[in-house]
């Protein structure tokens, strides 16, 4: 076996950033419906993702034409309870 010649900090510093990727490559994903308006859409993704109106109506309009849109990215503790009060909310949404 080789002996290892690089530097051990630059292994962990390594190690804790693809953790950090692994930890926030989770994403909410809205699903397109024929029940809730636009309106109610776009008040959901403001109050409850922190849309700015404009990015709100334009993910609306992403899940009407295209069925759906991937509305949050997060960790999974950070996405957890949005995508719950989304569907609490009546909307079509999941969490990958």
């Known amino acids: 076996m ?24 989770h994403e909410i994903i809205l699903f397109n419906d024929d029940v809730n308006t636009f309106d109610h859409v776009i008040a959901c993704l403001i109050r409850i993702c922190d849309h700015q109106p404009e990015q709100a109506e334009q993910c609306a309009w992403i899940v009407h034409l295209k069925g759906k849109c991937s509305v949050k990215k997060g960790s999974l503790a950070a996405l957890t309870p949005r995508c719950s009060a989304l569907l609490d909310q009546g909307l079509s949404a999941e969490l990958n």
Do not use: M, S
Not at 9 to 22: C, G, K, P, S, W
């Open 2 to 25: 080789e002996a290892f010649e690089g530097n051990p900090a630059h292994l962990e510093e390594t190690d804790v950033l693809t953790l950090e990727q692994e930890e926030e490559g």
